[in-house]
């Protein structure tokens, strides 16, 4: 079984970039933009809540070449050989990826996050249970609103 190392990454000055512009790229984008606005979003189509958002965005098939200069790199379209191909394509040059929905194919995970000042909690199911870490976010989010 894939075990996954918690760690915490600075990522203020690094380039991500969401590859798929929809409901999936959407989701990951509303926790990662938490800690950097440095995002961009390559898509043939990209939804409007995702551009309401205001990143760079990129109108075009996926290419090899595209990731050059990123430090993570989300995979989020809906075409399991398109993402199997960017992480692929991605080792050959040393970046990590989250393939979403895929823990099999991910070097990363994102945890369910509850961030409040300084302060964050993450909660990990090690990617088998993604339901089961937003209840315990929650759940953990309505002790400490109280604090």
Known sequence: MKM??????RIDDKKIL????GKLATHKIVTVEKYTS???ILAPEIH????EKGFTELYKEYEKSDLKGFFLVYACTN?????????????TYGILVNVVDNRELS??????????????VAISSNGQNAKKSVEWR??????????
């Open 48 to 51: 409007d809540e995702v551009k």
């Open 18 to 21: 969401f590859i798929g512009g």
């Open 38 to 40: 440095n995002i961009t």
């Open 107 to 120: 070097d990363f995970i994102s945890p369910a996050v509850f961030k409040q000042d300084e302060m964050t």
């Open 138 to 147: 929650d759940k953990i989010k309505a002790i400490l609103q109280n604090i």
């Open 79 to 91: 075409n399991l050989e398109v993402n199997r191909r960017i992480k692929a394509d991605a080792e």
């Open 4 to 9: 996954f190392l918690p760690i915490n990454v």
